[in-house]
């Protein structure tokens, strides 16, 4: 009889589960402003055409399921058969990178890809060992400085995708400023960062700039966690800065810590990498990631027309690299889209520079240096890795340990 | 027979002894076979009703992926010989019945060792120079970090078995906390440094590991079963009172083995460090040392068995791997396939080792 009871209790809840998932089914979210471009075939792919790819985790890391899911999109849009790819997930950033690297030579691929930063020094001992082989990596480095010829890199602009998102921030400042929730000066922004590293320096700088560009006022506190992936310190963090009064969160970290703790105080967050609109309905604003799906094309189409692959590639806006959510309209302030459209067309006709020095300054003072041509800071020109890593004003850094 | 004994309910099933002569050399096989077979059996059932797979095509993808090309040969050779190198450490410590479920950290400790004397030293000294003292220093940490528990162990009886637990979080941090130090990208990768390794021989980077494994496992095969080390080890392991009663002096014996422990550990940090990799991570020694303590048990702690026991690990993981590989499931399912086919074998030596009895009628009972 008891065991009755709690079966018709579990299944009672199943349906209440259910019937509370459907109430909340009415999408606020809106079209994506820059949505994911469908892949141009343009070229013929060779019978013996074979692409390898190596992964860091699984799909259960939100990382690596952003290349899986780029991976599989090209695989259906070139139409390669099953003999033709040949995907390893799960190898370690050592020697297991080099061994799977050469394996996979070993099966005849053309082309081998990996996708962690510290896969890089394995994939270039395989690429000095098979000449013959085209070796691309991404988020690495190396490849401008070793001059090896079948040895690429490869990034995405995202900080322009940071900057876009900035914007949604900015104009929902601007929004808790005219509804009296806030004065101008009390607009600070709370940001949680992985590392000190370049690649997340350059993406908070950019979110900021982007938020700057429509609130003037605006300041932001980041918290760093010295690790990618930590959802309890990441947590953490964004309760940290929410209780030194940051009134909009933002991060550069991979799990769910940070949007969590934002939808649980009630802060509207900007999210990165994946949509975190179905956990946070109430919170969320818009994501930006970077789509690798342009990327793999552009490598398969290199190798089947024999044409040589960029030392350094860069996605952007243009090559549909960069990509955004939709905007959840029931958080987002009242013409978020349009702004962000803007922006996009300021960004592809070239009116609009993310590190514009003139708009911003480091201790009082304008930004010169090698890399500054004309007045803009050139991020991802000399290698396609983010290298922007000034300190701008108003900006301040909680911590600097990691 | 007392009445109340008579008078006591046997149990409809109840487990006994054997009598190690009761079975024949090839009844021990015979089991272990069908064992096989029925844990081969139950993953094809398995892989098919959870992934619709066909069960053939599955074990044909694991064959591939071990002796699929020379390379994957050689990979499979280096598997064996570096995770039979740490179950060898771990077995004379195990026969004594000291529990050392360090040796993840002593591999570990050594390999940092190794790649610090080969950041800081290689480029001062010639390179002959270079490997001795790497060879020294890694041998060396490998023998201080067994030493410790067994100090500790041998003179106020602390459990070894937390001891070198703890030992190995202290490895992995160290290691984690000097990548910091070293590495200045923040990557936390340090570059190889394929210009201080050991030797390659016959221009196979692997085959050098594989002869120095194969040389301590004969070492240690003889060491074991002919030495008088080897049979006080075996004495103190049945029982310290008699150990004692001898005139073997047990701490020593402890301290000895725990040392000789460590120092084959200190070889496989140097050979996967100095040897293989050319630099460190956390996960340089990728569980072997855990992964050792099975192997080392499935042989009995027989050195020429562990050669087997030791490949039949490394086969279900690189052959699961490519499974993982070829069908595109989740790892987790050749984990699962790995973890059936080793509960069978584990579970035949209980059936070699005990026999179930069935109750038989009462009268015949009485």
């Given at each position: ?402 | ?77 280096q598997?064996?010989a570096m995770l039979l190198c740490v179950s060898l450490a771990v077995t004379p ?10 040796a993840e950290?002593q591999v570990l400790i050594s390999g940092l060792a190794c790649?610090?004397t ?13 490997l001795t003292v790497m060879t020294v220093v890694s041998i060396l940490s490998g023998m201080i970090w067994a ?51 050991l ?7 692997y085959?050098l590991n594989i002869i120095l494994v194969a040389l301590i496992t004969v070492v240690v095969?003889?060491y ?34 725990m040392l000789v422990s460590g120092a084959i550990c200190g070889i496989a940090g140097l050979l996967l460090v100095g040897g293989t990799n ?6 340089t020694v990728?569980?072997r040392g855990?992964?050792a ?10 050195p ?63």
């Open positions: 009889m008891k065991k009755i009871l709690a079966l018709l209790l579990a299944a009672l809840m199943v349906f209440g589960l259910a019937a509370c998932g459907g109430a909340e089914d009415k999408n606020t979210m809106s079209e994506s402003p820059l949505p994911a471009t469908e892949l141009v075939v343009d070229y013929e792919v060779k019978d013996d055409f074979k692409i390898g790819f190596i992964c860091l985790h699984d799909e259960k890391s939100t990382y690596d399921k952003n290349f899986l899911d780029a991976a599989d999109e090209m695989i259906k849009a070139v139409g390669l058969t099953t003999d033709q790819y040949i995907i390893k997930i799960n190898i370690p950033e050592g020697k297991e990178c080099y061994e799977a690297a050469a394996d996979l030579v070993d099966q005849g691929c053309d082309i081998i890809f990996a996708n962690s930063f510290g896969h890089e020094d394995f994939m270039l001992q395989a690429a000095k060992e098979f000449p013959e082989v085209q070796f691309c990596h991404a988020t690495g480095y190396k490849a401008h400085l070793e001059n090896v010829a079948n040895y690429h890199n490869a990034f995405a602009s995202i900080y322009e995708g940071r900057y876009l998102a900035g914007i949604a921030a900015g104009l929902k400042l601007n929004e808790m400023i005219k509804d009296g929730k806030i004065t101008a000066e009390q607009a600070k922004m709370g940001y949680v960062g992985a590392f000190t590293y370049a690649e997340v320096i350059s993406g908070y700088s950019s979110f900021y700039l982007g938020a700057k560009s429509v609130c003037p006022t605006v300041t932001m506190d980041v918290q760093f966690t010295g690790s990618w992936y930590d959802a309890i310190e990441e947590q953490n963090a964004a309760e940290a800065l929410i209780a030194r009064d940051c009134v909009l969160i933002s991060q550069h970290a991979d799990s769910m810590g940070a949007p969590g703790a934002c939808e649980a105080a009630k802060v509207p967050n900007v999210s990165y990498n994946g949509a975190t609109y179905e956990s946070c309905p109430e919170t969320f604003i818009v994501s930006s990631r970077i789509n690798w799906a342009p990327y793999f094309n552009y490598i398969v189409k290199c190798v089947n027309t024999g044409a040589k692959i960029d030392t350094d590639w860069c996605g952007g806006i243009a090559e549909g690299s960069v990509v955004l959510t939709g905007v959840n309209e029931a958080v987002a302030a009242e013409g978020t889209v349009e702004a962000i459209k803007n922006a996009i067309a300021g960004l592809k006709d070239g009116t609009v520079k993310v590190f514009n020095t003139a708009n911003f300054t480091v201790e009082g003072k304008a930004v010169t240096g090698d890399a500054v041509v004309n007045g803009i800071f050139e991020e991802s020109k000399s290698q396609s890795a983010p290298y922007f890593d000034l300190r701008i004003d108003g900006i301040t850094l909680l911590n600097e340990k990691f | 027979m007392s009445k109340t004994e008579s008078k006591k309910r046997t149990p409809f099933v109840h487990i006994v002894k054997r009598d190690p002569a009761s079975l024949t050399w090839y009844h021990k096989l015979l089991v272990r076979g069908v064992a096989i077979v029925a844990a081969l059996l139950v993953c094809g059932v398995l892989i098919t009703l959870l992934t619709g797979k066909n069960p053939i095509e599955v074990y044909g993808s694991m064959i591939d992926g071990v002796f699929g090309s020379s390379r994957r040969v050689w990979n499979m050779l598997g064996v410590a195990f026969k004594m019945k000291f529990w050392n479920i360090g950290g790649v610090a080969m950041m800081f030293l290689g480029d001062k000294m010639p390179l002959w120079l270079l030493l410790l528990p067994a100090v500790f162990k041998a003179y106020w009886n602390t459990n070894e078995t937390l001891f070198t637990l703890m030992m190995n979080y202290v490895a992995t941090q160290l290691v984690a906390y000097f990548l910091k130090v070293f590495v200045k990208d923040g990557s936390g990768v340090l570059s190889p440094m394929d210009q201080y390794g030797p390659v021989i016959g221009g196979q980077a085959l095969y003889i074991l079963k002919y030495s008088k080390q080897g049979y006080e080890i075996s004495v103190v392991g049945e029982s310290e009172n008699t150990a004692r009663y001898i005139g073997i002096n047990v701490k020593k014996v402890i301290i000895r083995t050319h630099t460190i991570s956390t996960t990728g569980g855990f992964t303590i099975m192997v080392s048990w499935l042989a009995k702690f027989n020429l068995y562990m050669i087997l026991t030791s490949a039949l690990v490394i086969f279900l993981e690189k052959g699961a791997q490519q499974v993982s590989t070829d069908f595109r499931i989740s790892s987790s399912i050749s984990d699962i396939v790995t973890g059936i086919i080793l509960l069978f074998i584990i579970g035949c030596e209980f059936f070699l080792q005990y026999r179930v009895v069935i109750r038989k009628n009462r009268k015949e009972n009485a």
